[in-house]
């Protein structure tokens, strides 16, 4: 059973910077995609960016282009998210999930959305 567990968010002013943690286990495949996800109270929940388990590919959502940075360590089963000139847009309940047998691209539309979701972590941009 794939588990995926966040941490690190927090309340931090405009332009500040957070890093968001993602500790996964329990895949038995070697090949999938994994990322992060963000919903704002009365909007519906959007792809962030994801990485892919293999080669590393990315994908980012324009909102977040130039100012988040995902990244994974394979040793430490971990997926990140340096977030960095942040904006009081970008406050959000934040999660991360995975699915198997999907391109970074595809699952970060949600088409179709991922199978795999953490308990998500609260990031509040706020001066």
């Known amino acids: 059973q794939v588990q995926l567990v966040e941490s690190g968010g927090g309340l931090v002013q405009p332009g500040g910077s957070l890093r968001l943690s993602c500790a996964a286990s329990?895949?038995?495949?070697?090949?999938?995609?994994i990322g992060w996800f963000r919903q704002a109270p009365g909007k519906e929940r959007e792809g962030v960016s994801c990485?892919?388990?293999?080669?590393?590919?990315?994908y980012y959502a324009d909102s977040v282009k130039g100012r988040f940075t995902i990244s994974r360590d394979n040793a430490k089963n971990t997926v990140y998210l340096q977030m960095n000139s942040l904006k009081t847009e970008d406050t959000a309940v934040y999660y991360c999930?995975?699915?198997?047998?999907?391109?970074?691209?595809?699952?970060?539309?949600?088409?179709?959305?991922?199978?795999?979701w953490g308990q998500g972590t609260q990031v509040t941009v706020s001066s």
């Open positions: 999930a995975a699915e198997y047998g999907t391109t970074v691209q595809a699952m970060c539309v949600m088409w179709p959305p991922p199978g795999y």
């Open positions: 329990g895949f038995t495949r070697d090949y999938y995609a």
């Open positions: 990485i892919s388990s293999s080669d590393s590919s990315t």
